[in-house]
Nanobody, 121 residues
Framework: QVQLVESGGGLVQAGGSLRLSCAAS????????MGWYRQAPGKQRELVAT???????NYADSVKDRFTISRDKAKNTVDLQMNSLKPEHTAIYYC???????????????WGQGTQVTVSS
């Protein structure tokens, strides 16, 4: 079993900052990538940022200058530093990981349960 557990969501005023953290645990052989997606009310889930095993980061255009993703490979964690938040950043943020549970297994996507981020105007 693999678990992704998020923390750090909450309520913040526009212009403020939040830091999300996610820890992957369980039967993990190796991790290809970790990252964050979000889903706002009435919208589809969308990419926020991902980071590969080699540290290559990919961001949605809408967050490139505001959010920073980082990863601790030794701890199987990924963080998302969110600065200059706007009301339109309000969503449930989901942690994601593409990982192998054994050497022989194909990689598979795993998801956390999500953490609410609410930005007030």
């Amino acid at each position: 079993q693999v678990q992704l557990v998020e923390s750090g969501g909450g309520l913040v005023q526009a212009g403020g900052s939040l830091r999300l953290s996610c820890a992957a645990s369980g039967s993990i052989f190796s991790i290809n990538a970790m990252g964050w997606y979000r889903q706002a009310p009435g919208k589809q889930r969308e990419l926020v940022a991902t980071i590969t095993d080699l540290g290559r980061a990919n961001y949605a255009d809408s967050v490139k200058d505001r959010f920073t993703i980082s990863r601790d490979k030794a701890k199987n964690t990924v963080d998302l530093q969110m600065n200059s938040l706007k009301p339109e950043h309000t969503a449930i943020y989901y942690c994601y990981s593409d990982l192998h549970v054994t050497y022989y297994a194909y990689s598979k996507d795993y998801w956390g349960q999500g953490t609410q981020v609410t930005v007030s105007s």
